[in-house]
């Protein structure tokens, strides 16, 4: 390697010599999602792990995507560049008190949003992600109780749009979503009054019943790409701004800062760097390694979801 390469070209050289590929969520910084093969949200990113063929999973995305993919795909080596980049979803909901709930309701179904732990995911009937959670839970016989975990936000959001009254709801949240105040938004629709309110499902009520468009991070892009409106308020992460940039450059977007970083940004997600990526192709580490019987049964929902 020339000592003259630059860090992206560096990254490019090994992921080529390790036959690796590198998938990357839209929250992540602009000049990861530049070198990416696949920028997508968490079930687009799902199915390019599970179609891939190469030897290694570069995923830039948070911990429970990297394990989503390594499930996928057991016999491949799966890399994250921090290993520290969590989420507050997966934080707030242990397996054990799901095991015990399951052990105590055997005849609820147990729909798992994706950002969860591979031993939540193993205890669950079916995962969803933010795109597909409404026709998830409308492919559950009516009869049946559903335990929708872990975000509390999204799972009201899906009992509005079906209409189920039989859905428990846990009480995760995202810190980034679920801290938007819809005093700012108000703000930002005053000051803005031609632009069109689009939201993330994990963001609250509050902030939902103001949206024109409500989806994952993909359908909010694709969204606005098509739309014929000029300028959008986007109540979402702000990497998303980088592909938004990309498809409609000629469209003004516009973000509200949440109240915990007074920012947009998903701190987990940002502590993937292109210096972290480029060491961890070197040393194929930080690595997602889990136990094969755990993955086996939390493959089991993601295919059922997958096959939807
Ligand atoms: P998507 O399913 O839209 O990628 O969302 C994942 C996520 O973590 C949102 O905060
Ligand atoms: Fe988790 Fe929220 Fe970050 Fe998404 S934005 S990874 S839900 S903490």
């Given at each position: 390697m020339l000592a003259t390469a630059t860090i992206a070209e560096e990254i490019l050289d090994l992921k080529s010599s390790r036959r690796a590929i590198l998938l990357a969520h839209h929250y992540q910084e602009a000049e990861i999602q530049e070198l990416a093969d696949a920028v997508g949200d968490s079930l687009e990113l799902a199915r390019r792990a599970r179609d891939f063929e190469g030897d290694v999973i570069a995923f830039c995305g948070v911990w429970f995507m990297a394990e989503t993919a390594k499930i996928l795909n057991p016999d491949r080596t799966v890399i994250v560049p921090?290993?520290?980049?969590?989420c507050s979803l997966v934080e707030g909901c242990p397996a054990e008190p799901i095991r015990e709930y399951r052990r105590r309701n055997p005849d609820h179904v147990i729909v798992s949003y994706i950002n969860t732990s591979a031993e939540v995911k193993a205890e669950s009937d079916i995962i969803c992600t933010s795109r597909n959670a409404v026709d998830v839970v409308n492919?559950?016989?009516?009869?049946k109780t559903v335990l929708f975990l872990p975000d509390r936000n999204l799972g009201a959001y899906v009992q509005r749009q079906t209409g189920r009254a039989n859905m428990k709801i846990w009480q995760g949240s995202c810190i980034v979503h679920a801290t938007f105040p819809q005093r700012r938004l108000l703000e930002a629709m005053k000051t803005h009054p031609e632009a069109v309110v689009i939201a993330h499902p994990e963001c609250p009520e509050s902030v939902l019943q103001h949206a024109a468009f409500i989806g994952s991070t993909s359908a909010l892009i694709d969204f606005c790409v098509k739309n014929a409106a000029r300028e959008f308020i986007v109540m979402?992460?702000?990497?998303v701004a980088f592909s938004l940039q990309k498809y409609a450059p000629n469209k003004k977007f516009y973000f509200v800062a949440n109240e915990?970083?007074?920012?947009?940004?998903?701190p987990y997600m940002r502590l993937n760097t292109l210096e972290k990526l480029r060491e961890a192709l070197l040393n194929l580490e930080p690595r997602v390694d889990l136990d094969p019987e755990l993955m086996r049964r939390a493959a089991v929902p993601i295919e059922r979801m997958l096959a939807l």
């Open positions: 921090d290993k520290a980049a969590s492919s559950i016989p009516a009869h979402t992460e702000s990497g915990n970083c007074n920012c947009s940004e998903c």
